[in-house]
């Protein structure tokens, strides 16, 4: 399982979570909204501290991750985290591994 963010979206992180060298970001599974993988849930994100990190991405020193416990919900898909330039909010889409 990979992480793919595009410069958009790590500039989105800059400047509407205030993410900074050093710190960590968290994609997390939560109880209800809206998914294409798993009814009943869907991702949220958090800058927070890797416990038990199963994935990451590493860009201009902030660390985005997925904990070992949340990596049931992608269900063998790689995460892609974009923008929606209508909205100005992430948009997480999915691709099967080795598709």
Not at 55 to 81: A, K, N, P
Request: aromatic share 14%; net charge negative; proline share 3%.
């Amino acid at each position: 399982m990979q992480i793919k963010i595009s410069d958009d979206a790590f500039n989105w992180f800059k400047e509407e979570m205030e993410v900074s060298p050093g710190e960590s970001v968290r994609f997390f599974v939560r109880y209800g909204g809206a998914s294409k993988l798993q009814p009943g849930f869907s991702l949220g994100v958090t800058k927070d501290q890797p416990h038990e990190m199963d994935v990451q991405v590493e860009e201009d020193q902030v660390t985005y991750f997925i904990e070992q416990s949340d990596v049931w919900y992608f269900d063998g898909h790689d995460l892609q985290v974009t923008v929606n330039d209508d909205l100005h909010e992430l948009d997480y889409s999915y691709s099967k591994q080795n598709a």
